[in-house]
């Protein structure tokens, strides 16, 4: 990339600091504007983050669970990024995961579990990994083949999906409570690898799917299509790629990766699949990605952070009385001032400008 | 009245929140910005209109707060777009999501009982006593006739005004504007902060037409679909009143299934889903229709780039 070689002169490392000190000022006044609202509505700052903390790790069954949330953010933050590289904005990951999710449930609560012990939990990822990709090829072919915006043919699509999961929890393996779908069998779970902390297999396979996407694109055939792609469409075209099949496979690739994230979200965390379980979780991947500028090396450490926040969130209306949207909320300030600031780009044009 | 007068007269009254938003989205699109925040817009102009409307504000005062909040919204997302050129399309979604964050603090603060009222629907004279029409199209609130209005309205002001020839110019052939000796962010700020006042009163009369409250997922993806029903319009604002009556119908269908044959049978998710599956085939019908060609390119005055670039 192009910093490495500007740094090699002394006379250009002001403009690298100058980026830096913006995220900086940015992150302040994001923390800035969300303290002043959480003070307005009559909670001490210092109280909640207090509870951001405690509540993302400051106990084995929280810290268990920022790891997993982190898993799945990963997850979505790839399904977000792959796509992004190649200039295709896939904004429905959400929908994604939630395909990977109902894949889950369908193989987990089918006779495919009675299969002998590895089989069930192999075909339940490859069935969510499948779901997904076919649910992020959907806006792909919409956008490549038929001419149609691929950013809200993909949002539709996720409102599609909360809906299918909606009705398969109510109509389809009704549990007889309002909200979820009858529990995943043992044998169809992805086994705990440490009960103190309810850390399960879908943390290392995130990692896997991490580490095998930062392969494919520093070093595939296809990663090096996509990245050229979102470099420039005609450039590309000119030198032989078949940009269509690039933007189709890149959304599938996201959404293959997002579709895991709805297998561990299904059978890594809840046992069940639960309506509006994921809460917005893909949406959070589109902050996750861009924070890691696009690169699968650094998706794990952002994740990490949305998902510290994310956790901790929920332990504000346990001890700050104030609503768990507000982790949420920060997380969005936060990134739009990042965003503001100029510290965030997806367009590689404007980030050499 | 009968089943289909029911679903008609349903629709349109879904219809005008959508007219709303796509107008505001039109002005919006036309002058070289695209917000995908539409929804977040509406989400909090529902919140500030459903908090006026309870704490005894009145109708008026309720959608004075949305108009408000759309304006509040639009000199931010202007400061986003605009000045700082962040890209539209990420940011656009990030701010919904903040947006709907936001509501849900501040709706979960107030804990006030509501009540639930609307505001009274007006038959017009003489036109409410046409045999099938008049029921369906003239007994509907001040805010659906206002949406009518609204249409030559937009459709006068990008047309035949100073504002709407420069804002067309902005969106098509930016440095067209600046060697004219027109601002063009000036003129999108405008286009943009008039374009979310709009939507605002789209999401003000969500509130104010149903139970006259705030709940969370009110909007539940109205602000996205109204994208998709200005491209079907083809940034048009007469043809926005048949994109947008369509997915009032398609809406209005999930409240009347029980009286219709067919559709009595689907499972209520199955038409909840009519909506968005129809976007999807309304961005396919909509393919030929061009974006404006400089839609969520960020501007750089010439100025500020420099004599010596491109």
Redesign the interface.
Known sequence: MTPMSSNLSWGNVGAHVAPLKNAAGAAIVAIGLVAA?VGS?GASPVTAVRALVNGSVGSSPSLGQTVMITSVLALTGLASAVPFTARM?N?GAEGQLYAGAIAAIAVGLSPVADLPEPLPIVLLVLAGMVAGALWAALPGL?RAY????E???S???T??AV??V??AT??IWPSGLAQNTRPLPDQALLPELSSSTNITLGAPLAAVAVLCIWLVMKRGSLGFQIRATGLGVEAARMNGTPIARVWVLSFALGGAAAGLGGVVLVAGIHGTLIANGAA?LG??G??VA?VARLNPAWIVPSALLFASLRVGGSALQVEAG??A??G??L???L??SL????TL???HQ?AAA | MSVSQLVFATGIGLMVPLLWAALGETITELSGTIN?GVEGVMVLAAFATGYVYQHDGGAVAALLAAIAVGIACGAFLS??YVR????Q???G???T???S??A??LA??DTTPTTIKSIPRLSVPLLSDIPWIGDVAFNQNALAYAALAAVPCTHYLMQHTWFGLHARAAGERPLVDEVAGVSVRGIRYFALTLGCTLVAVGGGTLVLSTAGTFESGIV??RG??A??VV?LARWTPHKAILGALLFGLSQALQFQARGIWGLSAL?S??L??IP??L??FA??AG??SRYPTAVGEPYRPRAEVGPNSQ
């Open positions: 609202l509505l904005l904004v919409l038929l001419g149609a915006n950013v809200i043919a949002l539709m699509l409102f599609v809906l299918l909606d009705y109510k109509s917005g949406f959070l589109i902050a861009l104030i609503s949207a507000t949420e909320l997380v969005g300030v990134v739009i965003l503001a600031a100029g780009k997806i367009s404007e | 995908v400061f986003l700082r050129r962040a890209d399309i990420v940011s979604i990030l701010f999501a903040a947006a964050a936001l849900l603090v979960q603060q539940n993806g996205f679909i994208l998709a491209v499972p998710d199955v909840l889903m968005f599956v976007a999807i961005l396919v393919r030929h």
